[in-house]
C-alpha cells in the first residue's frame, strides 16, 4: 500500500484506480479475514463449551486482551517502520516492578503518578533504542535483542530475589482491572479508545503516515525529505512508553511482582501484531488489525482453557499461527503484484 | 590501498600518514580479529594476575563446560549471518532436541535410535526455516522468531512440566568429564567445537562453498546472476544449524543431566553476540571462523571473571547484550567517523585535500 504524502495529487487514471482499488480491497479482506476466523472461533468453542461467552468468561478474555493489545499498538508503529522491538516484555517487566514498588515505599502515593512513572520508565528505554537504533545506524533486531536482555539483567539486578505481593498494593490500584460499566471492563473501554487515537493517527496524520513510507521503502523516504531518524526514534519511544503502562497494569491485574514478570511477552505481542495483518517487512498494516490479532490470540487461550486442553500448547500454536500469518501474506502479496503488473499493461496497450 | 606499497614511496609526513604507512606494510594489524586477539590477551593478562585460578587447567575445564554448547552453535550461525541471513531458532532447537532427548528414554528408546530421531528432527526443523526463507521469501528474522516459538512450544508439549534426569552415567559422564590425556583442561564440547571449527573453518575460506556463502552475503542479486545456488546453499546452512543445535541440545542435556522444557531458553542471544564479537557483520558478506573462535575466547573469559567477582549470573544478559552492541557500534566506527567528519567543517577541511574538494564540485551538476 502506498501511503499518499503529498496534498496535491495528479489525477488518477483509470488504470491506477482500479489498482488502487484491489489493493485496498485485499487489505481489507485481511482484516475481515481475522474477525471471520475470531467468530469461528468463539462459536465452535462455544458450541463444545457453554460455559465460554459467559459473562465473566468474556470479561476475562478482554482483561487479558488489554494488555497485549497495548502492547500490539506500540509494535505496530515500530514493525511499520521496518524495525522490529523485542524488548517490550522486559519493559513491561521492569515497570511492573519498580511501580508496584512505588506503593510500598511510599504508602498512599496517588494512582496516576505511579501510571506515570511506569510511562517514564518504558518512554525512557524506547527511547534509548530509538537513538541507538536511529543514531547508531544499527539494525533494530540486534540492538533490541541486545536490550531485552540488559533490560532484563538491569531489572534482576534491581529487584534481586525481591518481589511485589498484592497486598501491599492499595485496593483502587488491583481493582482497575475488575471494574466493568453495564458489564464491559472499563480497561477494555480505555484501551480500545487508546488504539482508535493511535489508528487515527497513522491514518491520518502527516507523520503517521511517513511511518508507512519509511517501511515502504526507506530509500524513497529519504529522497522525500522525510525526517526518517525522527520519526523511528518517536515509534521506539511510544513502543517504550506503551510497554511502561502495560507493566502498570500488569502489576495491578497480576498483583505478585518479581523480576520475570513479561518474559518472552515479545513472541506474543509479534505473533498478535503479524497474525493482526501488520506486514514484517514494514509498509503496511492497522493498529485495528494488531488489536484484533491480540483479541484472537488471547480467545484461543482462553478457548484452550475452557476445552480443558494443556496450556502447553499453547506457544507452539502462537509460533505455528505467526509463521501462517507471514505465509498466507507473502503469499498474497506476490498475487497481488502479480494482478497488478496485468493490470497495468491492460491499462498501458 | 594496495597491501603491497613500498614503504619508501609513501611520504613522510605527521600522524595519519604514518598510520596510513603502516596499514599498507601490515593490513593484518587493522583487522578486527587482530584488535580481538589483543583484548583476548589482555583479558587472559588480566585474568591471571587478578587471579592465580585463571589459567589452571581447571579453570580451563569450567570454561569450555560452561559455553561449550553456545560456540558450537555460534559455527553454523556464522556461516548464515555471513551469508545474509539470521537464525534466532538455535536456542529452542537445542531445547526441543533435549526435550526429545528426555521424551523418548523416558519411553526407553535405545540411545543410538534417540539420536537418529534428534538428528532427523534438527535437519528438519533447519529445512523449514531453509524454505520458509528462500522458497516462499520470507525475511529469516521474522521466520525464525516464528520457528523460535514452534520449537520451543513443541519442547513445552513433549515433557510438559516433567524432568527427565534417569540417564545412564555413561552418557552424562560425557558431558561432565575431561576428555582423557588433556590433563583435565579439556571438555568433549570444547573438543568437538574446536573439531567443527576446523571443518566451517576449511569449508568457508577454502571451498567454492566458503566463497559462494561470501558473495551472497554481499550481495544476494550478483551471487544470483553469477551462478551460485543461493537458495539451495542457504537451505542447507539452516539444515546444518538444525542439525548442530541439535546435538548441542544432547551436550547440554547431558552435562546437566536433565531434559526439562526450558532448557536452553535465551541462548540465542549468547550465540549472536559471539559471532557479532568475533567481527561478522551482521549485514552479511564479512566476517572469518577464526575471528568467531576469538570471539568465543573474549566471551568465555569475560563470563568466567564475573564468576570471579560477585556479580549476579542470573543478570548476565547485561554483559552478554553490551558486548553485541559494543561489537556492532565498533564495526561502525569508520562510518561514524566519516559521517561526523561530513557534519563539522573544521574536520573536513583538514582531511579533505583539493582534489577531493574538485571532484565533489564536478559531481555537482
Known sequence: MTPTLLRREPPETPAEASSRRLTERVFRIRETGIVVVLALFVAVTAGVQHRFLSDSNIQFVLVNTTIYALLALGETMVVISRNVDLSVGSVLGMSAYLSANLFGEHPGIPIPLVFLVGLGIGAGWGIVNGLVVAGGRVPSLVVTLASLYIIRGVDILIVGGGMVTANTLPGGFTGIPKATVAGIPDLAIAVAVVIAAGAYYLRSYRSGRELYAIGSNPEAARLAGIPIGKRVLFAFAVSGAIAGVAGVLWAAQYGTVDSTAGTSYELTVITAVVVGGVAIFGGSGSVVGAALGALLLSTINSALYVLGISDFWIQAIFGFMLLLAITIDRIISVKLTEALRLRSNHGGT | ?365
Open chain 2, 1 to 365: 590501498m594496495a597491501p603491497d606499497v613500498d614503504l619508501a614511496a609513501v611520504p613522510p609526513g605527521p600522524g595519519p600518514s604514518g598510520l596510513e604507512a603502516l596499514r599498507a606494510r601490515a593490513p593484518w594489524a587493522f583487522r578486527w580479529e587482530a584488535g580481538l586477539a589483543l583484548i583476548v590477551v589482555i583479558i587472559g593478562i588480566i585474568g591471571t594476575a587478578a587471579s592465580p585460578e585463571f589459567l589452571t587447567s581447571n579453570n580451563l575445564f569450567n570454561l569450555g563446560l560452561s559455553n561449550g554448547e553456545i560456540a558450537i552453535m555460534a559455527l553454523p550461525m556464522t556461516l548464515i549471518i555471513i551469508s545474509g541471513e539470521i537464525d534466532l531458532s538455535v536456542s529452542s532447537t537445542l531445547g526441543m532436541a533435549s526435550c526429545l532427548l528426555g521424551f523418548l528414554w523416558a519411553r526407553g528408546w535405545p540411545m543410538i535410535a534417540i539420536f537418529v530421531v534428534i538428528a532427523l528432527v534438527g535437519l528438519a526443523a533447519g529445512a523449514l526455516n531453509g524454505l520458509l526463507v528462500t522458497r516462499v521469501g520470507l525475511p529469516s528474522l521474522a521466520v525464525t522468531i516464528g520457528t523460535l516459538t514452534l520449537y520451543a512450544g513443541v519442547a513445552e508439549i513433549l515433557l510438559g512440566p516433567n524432568t527427565v534426569s534417569n540417564f545412564p552415567a555413561a552418557y552424562t559422564n560425557l558431558g561432565v568429564n575431561a576428555v582423557p590425556g588433556t590433563g583435565g583442561a579439556i571438555t568433549y564440547s570444547t573438543l568437538i567445537f574446536a573439531v567443527l571449527a576446523v571443518i566451517f573453518g576449511v569449508v568457508l575460506h577454502a571451498t567454492p562453498v566458503g566463497r559462494s556463502i561470501f558473495a551472497m552475503g554481499a550481495s544476494p542479486e550478483a551471487a544470483l546472476y553469477a551462478g551460485i545456488r543461493v537458495k539451495r546453499i542457504k537451505t542447507l546452512l539452516f539444515m546444518v544449524s538444525g542439525l548442530v543445535c541439535s546435538f548441542a541440545g544432547v551436550l547440554y542435556t547431558f552435562r546437566l543431566s536433565t531434559a526439562v522444557a526450558n532448557n536452553g531458553v535465551g541462548l540465542e542471544l549468547d550465540v549472536v553476540a559471539i559471532v557479532l564479537v568475533g567481527g561478522i557483520s551482521i549485514f552479511g558478506g564479512q566476517g572469518s571462523i577464526p575471528g568467531v573462535v576469538l570471539g568465543v575466547l573474549a566471551f568465555a573469559g569475560i563470563q568466567n571473571a564475573l564468576l570471579l567477582t560477585n556479580f549476579n549470573q542470573e543478570a548476565s544478559g547485561v554483559v552478554a547484550g553490551g558486548l553485541l552492541l559494543l561489537s556492532v557500534f565498533g564495526r561502525n566506527a569508520a562510518s561514524y567517523a566519516s559521517r561526523l567528519r561530513a557534519r563539522v567543517p573544521a574536520l573536513r577541511r583538514r582531511t579533505e585535500g583539493p582534489a577531493a574538494g574538485q571532484a565533489a564540485a564536478g559531481s555537482q551538476p
